[in-house]
């Protein structure tokens, strides 16, 4: 015979399969809306290119920077962040200005948030190289790569190539 507390965590499951249902549905349909995938198409094609030359001119800049960081060349390597962060910071300012798909309006301005974020931590890390302070330098480099993934998380339906970034090329 079953137990009374059986009986009753049943429908408890029903209920929370059901929500689980409710909020993954709207998800799913609107992933697969081909208006809403052709919008992403075309949004992605607009920033990839701006994506790229960040990436393109941040890795010219932080060729080497971490073998002058374990040799000691702490301010040189501070300049050259410093000097990356500008240029990223000039690039997230381009990509806010590229006009968002309305179904992924929010995710986008969050993954904005993200960027300027990373920006910040990049200037954070040139300072910190700058004043040779390594071991501030990097925190602050772990606290850009946790960014970095929740960047990359938000925006993971885009399949982005050029604007997912992997800060493990530069540190």
Partial sequence: MESLAAKSSLPRLGLAILAALVVMVPTAMAAEDPAVVEAR??????????????????????KGVEAQVNNG???????????????????????????????????????????????????????ALKAKKENKARTFATSLNRT??????AVIEFEFHHCEIDSSKFL
């Fill in 73 to 127: 060349a702490l301010v040189p390597a501070g300049k050259r962040f410093i000097r990356a962060s500008n240029i990223f910071g000039t690039a997230v300012a381009k990509l806010a200005k590229v006009p968002r798909p309305s179904a992924d309006a929010s995710t986008l301005k969050e993954w904005i948030g993200y960027l300027t974020e990373e920006r910040s931590l990049l200037q954070k890390i040139g300072q």
């Fill in 148 to 153: 970095n993934k929740k960047a990359n998380n």
């Fill in 41 to 62: 198409k075309v949004y992605r094609e607009q920033v990839e290119p701006i994506c790229k030359k960040s990436t393109e001119d941040n890795s010219r800049v932080l």
